[in-house]
């Protein structure tokens, strides 16, 4: 005997669109009213440089912003993504001051954003706790393998590397950062794998109906360890995208960010309880 699986395409969930998109619509109004007003408050807010300006000041929390995003939506919170940011960039920036060079750095940066990641992911559904207790729990912890790793102070006196300072730290395009493009196209990316791809479908599933998706196949648990790794490789992104810009990196950066990102998410339309959200609410959410 088979168990049926309600078709997701009926009354409600139309319901749930129209809301979603009107959530979206509100969002986008209200941006365009701040700059409405930024603009007849000042001639200058809408020039070039003050926008480009105002995209980079949003460019290190936009990484952590995308993955908390997708976490949220597939129904996970990642409260860890601030420990993990200042841990990465405190590794990178460590490498490079003891000669490993630029590739081993941001590989090295990276490769402990997505252990940490793991950690938080397999340790949630291995023990089947909660994801927010789990990072919770990691926030700390990372916080203090941080502290004990740049020994309680800034890491700086890296040796020159002007391709990484120089060209990707401060280049760019147009007025725009080679980090804040790496940014965009990161965002533009996870919009449409998030709206149109069949992990997308799968993603928003889960968020929406964890026990219907099981029922359907759909490997909840494997995708949930996925898009919480997936949080911590973006908040190692953002760190060690930090160690390019700002030629340093300390213990206690990223303190804070974690808040700012879940707020972000809220205000940009995410459904705590998952199953509803989008990288272009997120992103205006900031």
């Given at each position: ?60 929390l ?10 949220l ?10 420990s ?26 990276l490769g ?24 919770l ?29 120089d ?11 080679y ?5 965009l ?9 998030l709206?149109k ?7 928003l ?9 099981r ?46 990102v ?8 995410v459904?705590?309880s ?11 959410g900031?």
């Amino acid at each position: 005997m088979s168990s049926a699986v309600p078709d997701p395409a009926g009354p409600a969930s139309e319901r749930g669109r129209w809301r979603f998109a009107f959530d979206e619509l509100g969002i986008l109004v209200a941006a365009v009213i701040f700059f409405a007003i930024g603009s007849l408050s000042s001639p200058y807010f809408l020039t070039l440089d003050n926008l480009t300006g105002i995209l980079q000041s949003i460019t290190f929390l936009g990484f952590l912003s995308i993955g908390v995003g997708l976490a949220l939506i597939a129904g996970e919170i990642d409260i860890s993504v601030g420990s993990i940011y200042a841990l990465a960039a405190v590794v990178a920036a460590l490498l490079l001051k003891n000669g490993y060079g630029v590739p081993v750095a941001f590989a090295g940066g990276l490769g402990v954003g997505l252990a940490c990641g793991l950690v938080n992911g397999t340790v949630a559904q291995v023990i089947n706790v909660s994801a927010v207790v789990v990072t919770l729990a990691t926030l700390g912890v990372y916080r203090a393998i941080t502290l004990v790793t740049a020994g309680g102070s800034p890491i700086t006196g890296m040796p020159e590397a002007p391709l990484f300072f120089d060209g990707f730290g401060q280049g760019g395009i147009a007025g725009i950062s080679y980090i804040t493009i790496l940014f965009l196209v990161v965002a533009i990316c996870a919009e449409i794998v998030l709206r149109k791809t069949a992990f997308g479908f799968r993603l928003l599933a889960v968020g929406s109906n964890p026990v219907a998706a099981r029922l359907v196949g759909f490997r909840v648990e494997r995708m949930r360890i996925a898009l919480l790794a997936l949080s911590g490789l973006l908040a190692a992104l953002s760190g060690v995208c930090s160690v390019a810009y700002l030629h340093t990196a300390g213990p206690t950066a990223g303190a804070g960010y974690e808040l700012t990102v879940l707020a972000a998410a809220i205000i940009g339309g995410v459904q705590l309880s998952g199953g509803r959200g989008s990288i272009i609410g997120v992103l205006l959410g900031l």
